[in-house]
């Protein structure tokens, strides 16, 4: 069974730091795409950041030079490490992984960015 599980997401003030960490079972996580999604309130779901298997990456232009994403695949784990948060971070990320055909999201966790 496929499970994506994130953690580190809460409240935050405006210019911290937060680091969302997913762990992944199930799958065989050195051959998958990795990427973090959120989705705010009254939005569609966005892709925030995504690295592949090799760790080449991409980010979305609202957070590229603030948001890192990495993997660790003797962990079977992606991070995304937040910095310079903004009170339009707000959402609930979610998790990804994609081995198409397949395509595999977690439950996500929230983060709240106050001003």
């Known amino acids: 069974q496929v499970q994506l599980v994130e953690s580190g997401g809460g409240l935050v003030q405006a210019g911290g730091s937060l680091r969302l960490s997913c762990a992944a079972s199930?799958?065989?996580?050195?051959?998958?795409?990795m990427g973090w999604y959120r989705q705010a309130p009254g939005r569609q779901r966005e892709l925030v950041a995504a690295i592949s298997s090799g760790g080449d990456t991409n980010y979305a232009d609202s957070v590229k030079d603030r948001f890192t994403i990495s993997r660790d695949n003797a962990k079977n784990t992606v991070y995304l490490q937040m910095n310079s948060l903004k009170p339009e971070d707000t959402a609930v990320y979610y998790c990804?992984?994609?081995?198409?055909?397949?395509?595999?999201w977690g439950r996500g966790t929230r983060v709240t960015v106050s001003s």
């Open positions: 199930g799958i065989i996580f050195s051959f998958t795409v």
């Open positions: 990804n992984g994609r081995r198409l055909p397949l395509d595999y």
